[in-house]
Nanobody, 119 residues
Framework: QVQLVESGGGLVQAGGSLGLSCVAS????????MGWYRQAPGKQRELVAT???????NYADSVKGRFTISRDNAKNTVYLQMNSLKPEDTAVYYC?????????????WGQGTQVTVSS
């Protein structure tokens, strides 16, 4: 009964900022790595940023220096602060998490939240 729910998407002008949040809830033993992925219309889903439980981070080259991923382990929440947004950042952003449950470890996806950047 684990689920991930994203929030914070919306419409913003180029150069602006948005902050995304994703909360994992349900019967959770622990949350391991978490991350953000995005999928633009007509394109494949791509990795944006990931963060381990120990806060080691990695970013796609296209967002490095503009986006910041962080997490709150006590709240089972991962964040993505997006600054200096560009029209090419427009996509549905999906939260991902590797979660330890009663029967083992499983990878979960959120439903996605739309981010639209206008010129």
């Amino acid at each position: 009964q684990v689920q991930l729910v994203e929030s914070g998407g919306g419409l913003v002008q180029a150069g602006g900022s948005l902050g995304l949040s994703c909360v994992a809830s349900g019967t959770i033993f622990s949350v391991n790595a978490m991350g953000w992925y995005r999928q633009a219309p007509g394109k494949q889903r791509e990795l944006v940023a990931t963060i381990t439980r120990g806060a080691n981070k990695n970013y796609a080259d296209s967002v490095k220096g503009r986006f910041t991923i962080s997490r709150d382990n006590a709240k089972n929440t991962v964040y993505l602060q997006m600054n200096s947004l560009k029209p090419e950042d427009t996509a549905v952003y999906y939260c991902n998490a590797e979660i330890r449950v009663t029967y083992g470890t499983k990878n979960y996806w959120g439903q996605g939240t739309q981010v639209t950047v206008s010129s």
